[in-house]
């Protein structure tokens, strides 16, 4: 279980997330929106291990982040702009990735790319936004991790697209992942989600699909 306990983030005076408690379960598929500027994408960065927070702790399976453990242990990011190597394929991407951590073989990087649509051998360089999108999303997914951050994972995606992500990502919630997905439009991903939580100025409230 990931929990925020009585998490705040101040920035230049600034109260960018404001005393948030929330329990992530595994095998459940989390929706957080709201409009720019609004935390969300703090919240996803908090829970990464990238932001430390002013007050409050990050709990990830009993242990505290940042005093019992530095990063979650195993987790999979997209978050803003992520930096891919333009002259490699999505293959050699992965591999290259693979290698901090030695737990994705061979099989599992060529696995998630078929399931992604990429299988093709085309430097990243060529790629549209689209298919740069993918990669991304594959990067996250490829080693398995237990808990899923994707900030607006939708963008650049046509509908086709848009349909097949959704498939991977209730495949990854059926092997026991915790996803949880931040855009500025619950549209986007309200099909999909098991809960939905609305980001407002720093706070953060559970909501039904219908709202």
């Given amino acids: 279980m990931f929990k925020l306990n009585n998490v705040s983030k101040t920035i230049k005076k600034q109260n960018v997330l404001k005393e948030l408690n929330y ?5 459940t598929i989390y929706g957080l929106f709201g409009p720019n500027g609004s935390g969300k994408t703090m919240v996803l960065r908090v829970l990464s291990g990238l932001v430390i927070p002013t007050d409050g702790e990050v709990e990830i399976d009993g242990k505290i982040l940042h005093k019992d453990i530095s990063f979650p242990p195993s987790v999979g990011i997209i978050i803003e702009n992520m930096e891919l190597l333009p002259k490699l394929t999505a293959q050699e991407n992965l591999q290259a990735l693979s290698q901090i951590k030695k737990t994705a073989s061979e099989e599992d990087i060529i696995d998630t790319l078929k399931r992604v649509g990429l299988d093709t051998d085309k430097p990243v360089k060529k790629y549209s936004l ?13 080693e398995k991790p237990d808990l899923i951050l994707l900030d607006e994972p939708m963008n650049a995606l046509d509908e086709d697209g848009v349909n097949l992500i959704y498939k991977v990502l ?3 919630k059926e092997r026991g992942a915790c996803i949880i997905m931040a855009t500025h439009n619950k549209s986007d991903f309200s099909s999909v989600c098991d809960k939905i939580l609305k980001v407002s100025e720093g706070r953060m409230v559970e909501v039904r699909n219908e709202e």
């Fill in 130 to 142: 689209g298919m740069r999108q993918r990669l991304n999303i594959a990067q996250a997914i490829f």
């Fill in 23 to 27: 329990d992530f379960e595994k095998g």
């Fill in 170 to 172: 209730k495949e990854e």
